[in-house]
T-cell receptor, first 115, second 115 residues
Framework: DAGVTQSPTHLIKTRGQQVTLRCSPK?????VSWYQQALGQGPQFIFQ???????QRGNFPDRFSGHQFPNYSSELNVNALLLGDSALYLC??????????????FGDGTRLSIL | GDSVTQMEGPVTLSEEAFLTINCTYT??????LFWYVQYPGEGLQLLLK?????DKGSNKGFEATYRKETTSFHLEKGSVQVSDSAVYFC??????????????FGTGTRLLVSP
């Protein structure tokens, strides 16, 4: 049973470029959340997708956008990259069945470095 | 808003020592509480959780009790091993009334266990 898979594992971009990160949720999960983890910090919630719609958004600018596909996989897009966007981007999946305290399963993340 | 405060690390212990990592939270209502562990180069793994006051979560020898009166969820282990060396994150999901699963993390506490 595959867990949450993310690609790519590492990525190097320059300022002003655009990037797309990908996530496949754990089998049976229908909800995907994205988090940004800066070096030495805890993950910060970016947004969550359910039924192909953004359900909630954290305190991130519109440069951060996402998408969820009918197979529940998801993409995170970041435009006009800034040096401060360098971080580990984590995807988490869960089953949105009633209770909101269902555990979230995390992938190993994509390490994004901006030069 | 909702927040989590953890003791700063690193916490350095010898093998078989007793571990306590302090965590306190600020939240309205009745959040669910979690401990996640992050090993080097990996994503986050759920260690344990508690969903209501006085609940005790436990896993792999680790324990934490949901204390509403002190708004705390301290992580403990009676005898640590070198393999427990990792970064530990305390987190909460705000009150279940919100209807979705945004995790709010602390900044993490690095644990280093020496033989």
């Amino acid at each position: 049973d595959a867990g949450v898979t993310q690609s790519p594992t590492h990525l190097i971009k320059t300022r002003g470029q655009q990037v797309t990160l990908r996530c496949s949720p754990k089998s049976g999960h229908d909800t995907v959340s994205w988090y940004q983890q800066a070096l030495g910090q805890g993950p910060q919630f970016i947004f969550q997708y359910y039924e192909e719609e953004e359900r909630q958004r954290g305190n991130f600018p519109d440069r951060f956008s996402g998408h969820q596909f009918p197979n529940y996989s998801s993409e995170l897009n970041v435009n006009a990259l800034l040096l401060g966007d360098s971080a580990l981007y984590l995807c988490a999946s869960s089953l949105s069945r009633g209770l909101s305290n269902q555990p979230q399963h995390f992938g190993d993340g994509t390490r994004l470095s901006i030069l | 808003g909702d927040s989590v405060t953890q003791m700063e690390g690193p916490v350095t212990l010898s093998e078989e020592a007793f571990l306590t990592i302090n965590c306190t939270y600020t939240a309205t209502g009745y959040p669910s509480l979690f401990w996640y562990v992050q090993y080097p180069g990996e994503g986050l793994q759920l260690l344990l959780k508690a969903t209501k006051a006085d609940d005790k979560g436990s896993n792999k020898g680790f324990e934490a009790t949901y204390r509403k009166e002190t708004t705390s969820f301290h992580l403990e282990k009676g005898s640590v091993q070198v393999s427990d060396s990792a970064v530990y994150f305390c987190a909460l999901i705000p009150s279940m009334n919100t209807g979705f699963q945004k995790l709010v993390f602390g900044t993490g506490t690095r644990l280093l266990v020496s033989p």
